[in-house]
């Protein structure tokens, strides 16, 4: 999810970076904030450098606050996706010449069709109320950017709301005969009923476990069909903080 902006910003493992590990995500938030972000004077660092102690989730509260993100210490990975977009916009400030010298995109790139969901105004308020509704309604996960929350919608919808998708899921499945007394159960109940129906109830069980790895495998594919996506963030050319 990470790995775009943290490859970005020089982060030294960006591929393997883990915000749910709470000794990682803590040294990371420190190197954030000396390294790029540099809200806090260098003397006003100490409580979110103190990383053994107790009291650093609520420096970390005070330092959203303070650089007014708009996410929570609960929204753990909205609020570090912001705090990354935060700090791209602030090294593209520091070094807008070595930026401005990259060379431009070749005519074959050029002549790629563009994403269509790039010239709508991601800043628009109807625009956000209209993509939260649809997240929310599909329950998907809120991320900072938009854009990205769009996506998600569309693969989605193409995915699994289109008339064909709808037809298939709705057709109903034949089962076949299952000889219960080739699948052994490993316990005995004392009562023959009691182990045939304790056979079945494994037998479905192993049925839905596989169709649970399945719709595991195919959000997965979803997530990386947006974050994978190579296409620099428009959003992140503002020059200065």
């Known amino acids: 999810m990470f790995r775009r902006k943290l490859t970005a910003l020089d982060y ?3 591929s393997g970076f883990d915000c749910k590990d ?3 995500f803590r040294n990371f938030i420190v190197w954030l904030e000396d390294q790029k972000i540099r809200h806090y004077k260098i003397e006003d660092r100490g409580n979110l450098r103190n990383i053994p102690s107790s009291g650093w989730p609520k ?3 005070q330092y959203l606050q303070d650089v007014n993100c708009p996410f929570t210490v609960e929204e753990r990975q909205e609020s570090v996706d912001w705090l990354l977009g935060l700090a791209v916009r602030l090294e593209y ?3 807008v010449e070595k930026y401005k010298n990259c060379p431009p995109a070749t005519a074959n790139e050029a002549a790629k069709p563009s994403d269509p969901l790039i010239h ?3 800043d628009n308020p109807d625009f956000k109320a209209g993509v939260l509704g649809l997240a929310s309604l599909l329950k998907i996960q809120r ?3 938009y854009l990205v929350m769009l996506k998600a919608i569309r693969i989605l919808i193409q995915e699994r709301l ?3 998708a709808i037809a298939k899921a709705s057709q109903s499945k034949e089962g076949l005969p299952v000889a219960l007394d080739k699948h052994i159960l490993g316990f005995d109940t004392g009562d023959a009923t009691l182990n045939e129906a304790a056979q079945i109830l494994r037998l479905l069980h192993i049925e839905e476990l596989r169709d649970l790895q399945t719709r595991i495998n195919e959000a997965i594919v979803a997530v990386q069909a947006v974050i994978a996506d ?3 963030d428009h959003r992140l050319g503002k020059v200065g903080r």
């Open 120 to 122: 709508l105004d991601s």
């Open 230 to 232: 190579p296409k620099t």
């Open 93 to 95: 400030g520091d070094n």
């Open 162 to 164: 289109t008339p064909e």
């Open 12 to 14: 030294h493992n960006p």
């Open 59 to 61: 420096s970390f509260e």
């Open 22 to 24: 709470e000794t990682e």
């Open 143 to 145: 991320h900072d950017d």
